[in-house]
T-cell receptor
Framework: DAKTTQPNSMESNEEEPVHLPCNHS???????IHWYRQLPSQGPEYVIH???SNVNNRMASLAIAEDRKSSTLILHRATLRDAAVYYCIRRGGNKLVFGAGTILRVKS | NAGVTQTPKFQVLKTGQSMTLQCAQD?????MSWYRQDPGMGLRLIHY???????DQGEVPNGYNVSRSTTEDFPLRLLSAAPSQTSVYFC???FGQGLVNTEAFFGQGTRLTVV
């Protein structure tokens, strides 16, 4: 499973929206896009996933480009508790393969 | 629900010692996996299992053995510990045998130091 490409780090102000980008240019038609995040000293936790359509849940929204070569995780109002490493993962089989992720810093 | 439980949380080993990291889940998940995470890096897949009696290698399997005799448990064995195996180890589980449309649940990790 090929890894995705994400910026190393991003910074946001508290209470503002955050858009975390991810490139997956070699994605196949049946691969899902998953997002996980890892808070300091904790195991990763699931955030959201999708295939083609935009997806919303209580934590975030996922916008997937029409050609599926990129996607964006949207945190609508960042809080200090959202400071974490965010991983964008292409999942097409038995393996959940992590890249380096994006370190999100939230300023108060 | 306990979710995914890993024991121990911390462990120090001497080079050459063997040990088993335990992972148990109470969600009746078919799929379980082990990852290691080194400082400043993402998680790397060591081994995974799609059901009892079935295991397969991930990206970095050398130096580790696994077995899956029950649905609930997926222990990771270090045969002869080396300093390069100093890392934080995470166990994860999810529904399905290779289904891609499911979320994975992770344990809190085992921090292993090999001296």
């Amino acid at each position: 499973d090929a890894k995705t490409t994400q910026p190393n780090s991003m910074e946001s102000n508290e209470e503002e929206p955050v858009h975390l980008p991810c490139n997956h240019s070699t994605i196949s038609g049946t691969d899902y896009i998953h997002w996980y995040r890892q808070l300091p000293s904790q195991g990763p936790e699931y955030v959201i996933h999708g295939l083609t359509s935009n997806v919303n849940n209580r934590m975030a929204s996922l916008a997937i480009a029409e050609d599926r070569k990129s996607s964006t995780l949207i945190l609508h109002r960042a809080t200090l508790r959202d400071a974490a490493v965010y991983y964008c993962i292409r999942r097409g089989g038995n393996k959940l393969v992590f890249g380096a992720g994006t370190i999100l810093r939230v300023k108060s | 629900n306990a979710g995914v439980t890993q024991t121990p949380k911390f462990q120090v080993l001497k080079t050459g010692q063997s040990m088993t990291l335990q992972c148990a889940q109470d969600m009746n998940h078919e799929y379980m996996s082990w990852y290691r995470q080194d400082p400043g890096m993402g998680l790397r897949l060591i081994h995974y299992s799609v059901g009892a009696g079935i295991t397969d290698q991930g990206e970095v399997p050398n130096g580790y053995n696994v077995s899956r005799s029950t649905t609930e448990d997926f222990p990771l064995r270090l045969l002869s510990a080396a300093p390069s195996q100093t890392s934080v180890y995470f166990c994860a589980s999810s529904f399905g045998q290779g289904l891609v449309n499911t979320e994975a649940f992770f344990g809190q990790g085992t921090r292993l130091t090999v001296v």
